[in-house]
T-cell receptor, first 110, second 116 residues
Framework: RKEVEQDPGPFNVPEGATVAFNCTYS??????FFWYRQDCRKEPKLLMS???SGNEDGRFTAQLNRASQYISLLIRDSKLSDSATYLC???????????FGKGTMLLVSP | GAGVSQSPSNKVTEKGKDVELRCDPI?????LYWYRQSLGQGLEFLIY????????KSGLPSDRFSAERTGGSVSTLTIQRTQQEDSAVYLC??????????????FGPGTRLTVT
């Protein structure tokens, strides 16, 4: 099983739509989880950390399900500027390093 | 404040030459990471520095790759006898701490390496 697995997409949605991405991870001992976004030919940028109780930042909501070992990201009221690749990131427990998923591509159209 | 900086932004080199890539982390960040990303691929972990501890070199693909971090700040990634498969974007990231708390990583803009 891959350490961090994501549907590569692309997800094509119209402006204003709600879209959700899931990510599964294999290390049950992982404690830290993040979502990053990466624009084409740019570096990854931290979008949000994911907390056990779930957390929301404006139009973005992240959820963690430890029992099933998956993380989700919900984007409401999609904007054209949300078009990017979204990377699911999981801490390597005990190693202080992070494993990045290969990302899910989102394309928001007018 | 200033983010992570990397230089050069682009580097074209001939096969067999050595290259040095530089990373300046965010001031006060004790942890520094190197990754590489080939076209259309995910991030591949290379090496991790935490304070004065011995680096985690587990991701280095061959002994042609090495890295140093001087004075707990600037880091240099060296690739000796470059090969065409080394062509990629080399990304550096830093975090306040490498431990489970405060380990959000912030990336530099990367160095695009092309080996001809």
């Amino acid at each position: 099983r891959k350490e961090v697995e994501q549907d590569p997409g692309p997800f094509n949605v119209p402006e204003g739509a709600t879209v959700a991405f899931n990510c599964t991870y294999s290390n049950s001992a992982s404690q830290s989880f993040f979502w990053y976004r990466q624009d084409c030919r740019k570096e990854p940028k931290l979008l949000m950390s994911v907390y056990s109780s779930g957390n929301e930042d404006g139009r973005f909501t992240a959820q963690l399900n430890r029992a099933s070992q998956y993380i989700s990201l919900l984007i409401r009221d999609s904007k054209l500027s949300d078009s990017a690749t979204y990377l699911c990131v999981v801490e390597n427990s005990g190693y202080s390093t992070l494993t990045f998923g290969k990302g899910t591509m989102l394309l928001v159209s007018p | 404040g200033a983010g992570v900086s990397q230089s050069p932004s682009n580097k074209v080199t001939e096969k067999g030459k050595d290259v040095e890539l530089r990373c300046d982390p965010i001031s006060g960040h004790t942890a520094l990471y190197w990754y590489r990303q080939s076209l259309g691929q995910g991030l591949e972990f290379l090496i991790y520095f935490q304070g004065n501890s011995a680096p985690d070199k587990s991701g280095l693909p061959s002994d042609r790759f090495s890295a140093e971090r001087t004075g707990g700040s600037v880091s240099t990634l060296t690739i000796q006898r470059t090969q065409q498969e080394d062509s990629a974007v080399y990304l550096c990231a830093s975090s306040l701490r490498g431990a489970s708390s405060q380990n959000e990583q912030y990336f530099g803009p990367g160095t695009r390496l092309t080996v001809t």
